[in-house]
């Protein structure tokens, strides 16, 4: 897909349109996923920000190839000119920021750049809006990582930030940093508290996906009565609250839509551990396991009617590799959305289990399966 430089963005009119919303990490899930409930959902012109890379990256926006309400822009959150640039030439009615260093698991080898990104990124941002935008509604993409150690279940907009990642100090600090903006100079500036969100779009370095598109490979060899090598995943016992990121972007937009700036909470209300969502992925394959064992000792294998079934060459579906725990863990996150299913109206679609089957299907379907 075309990326237009600021130059070209200044010959488009924008004024047929409703309002302009610039975007983000449109090539990743949230910010894709936001583009496709926009055009379908409103009549806004949408412009999404995206960096201009050897290797192309448009994999989650190959569909939008030739829509006139959606242009992709060269921009770099890294870089406080590329935004500045931005906000004085489209002066967006929106600002939605779902670029970010998202992965908790490399915050800790790269933790300035995580700040950089995740924080700094965030004050040349704000600072745009106030200079060339003041209007503008800005959206920063926040998380339940930032609660971390938490102090108390299930976790509400009322629950401390106590981050243990580099990821989640610096979604915490970015918080408060759109906090002092929104009140010192009275901008409509949010962090959303979002829950994990997961789909058929989500980067493989994420347990869900990676357990997914494992069982998909599974499967397939399984079939063709070929040996294949187990899952490896880290601490299996984790706890999460896992949703449908599909349905959080209709969230963030009525966040971004109300009279007044306020932060909600959007989960399922429900958690589960990593083991929970092992056992119902293989099972949406068709392919049932068991539990056996804990801690770094548990593994999960083909139970004995499926192993009568398939008659599978290695009978280990998951083990566990101690190098991917993490040098401080989150061992359990349960959102309380009440406020925003009651505030704003919004409810969640797909559950636990049809999450899981989607994605399941979707990587079994991507391998001829
Ligand atoms: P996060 O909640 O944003 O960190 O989302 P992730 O999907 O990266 O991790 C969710 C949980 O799964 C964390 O508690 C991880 O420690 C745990 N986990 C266990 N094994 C793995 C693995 O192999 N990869 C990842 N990414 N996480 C794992």
């Known amino acids: 897909m075309e990326i ?5 963005v200044k010959k488009i009119d924008s ?3 409703d309002s302009t919303v610039f975007i983000t990490g449109v090539t990743g899930q949230d910010g894709s996923y936001m583009v496709d409930f926009l055009l379908k959902n409103t009549n806004v012109l949408i412009f999404g920000g995206a960096r201009r890379l ?9 569909h939008l190839e030739n829509n006139p309400r959606f242009k992709l822009v060269n921009f770099d959150l890294s870089d406080s000119h590329s935004i500045y ?5 489209i002066k967006p009615d929106y600002f939605i920021n779902f670029a970010a260093q998202t992965f908790v698991g490399s915050s800790w080898d790269f933790p300035e750049q995580t700040w950089e990104c995740n924080t700094t990124g965030i004050i040349h941002i704000l600072e745009s809006i106030k200079r060339h935008k003041s209007s503008c509604r800005f959206y920063n993409a926040g998380s339940s990582e930032e609660y971390g150690d938490v102090s108390y279940i299930p976790q509400d907009e009322k629950h401390p930030l ?3 990642s580099p990821y989640g100090a610096s979604k915490a600090a970015a918080r408060l940093l759109v906090k002092v903006y929104r009140e010192s100079y009275n901008l409509y500036a949010i962090q959303g508290l979002l829950f994990n969100h997961e789909g058929c779009r989500r980067g493989e370095e994420f347990v869900t996906r990676k357990i997914t598109k494992g069982v998909a490979r599974i499967k397939k060899s399984m079939l063709e009565l070929k040996s294949f090598n187990s899952i490896e995943l880290g601490n299996v016992d984790a706890k999460r609250d896992w949703s449908d990121a599909e349905d959080f972007v209709d969230g963030v937009w009525k966040m971004l839509n109300q009279k007044s700036p306020k932060e909600y909470v959007l989960s399922s209300n429900e958690t589960h551990t990593i083991k929970e969502f092992v056992t119902l992925a293989f099972k949406s394959a068709e392919i049932e396991g068991v539990w056996h064992g804990n801690g770094t000792n548990a593994e999960f294998s083909i139970s004995v009617s499926d192993a009568k079934k398939y008659n599978p060459v290695n009978s280990v579906l998951v083990k566990i590799n101690t190098k991917f725990y993490r040098p401080a863990e989150v061992d359990l996150l349960l959102g309380d959305s009440n406020l925003a299913r009651r505030e704003l109206n919004w409810l969640p679609k797909t559950n636990f289990e049809n999450l899981i089957d989607k994605m399941v299907k979707n990587d079994l379907n991507q391998i001829g399966l």
Not at 55 to 61: A, D, R, V
């Open 4 to 8: 237009l430089n600021i130059e070209d």
């Open 15 to 17: 004024r047929i349109y």
């Open 54 to 62: 050897s290797i192309k990256n448009h994999e989650n926006l190959k």
């Open 85 to 89: 640039k931005i906000l004085e030439v």
């Open 162 to 164: 106590k981050p243990r």
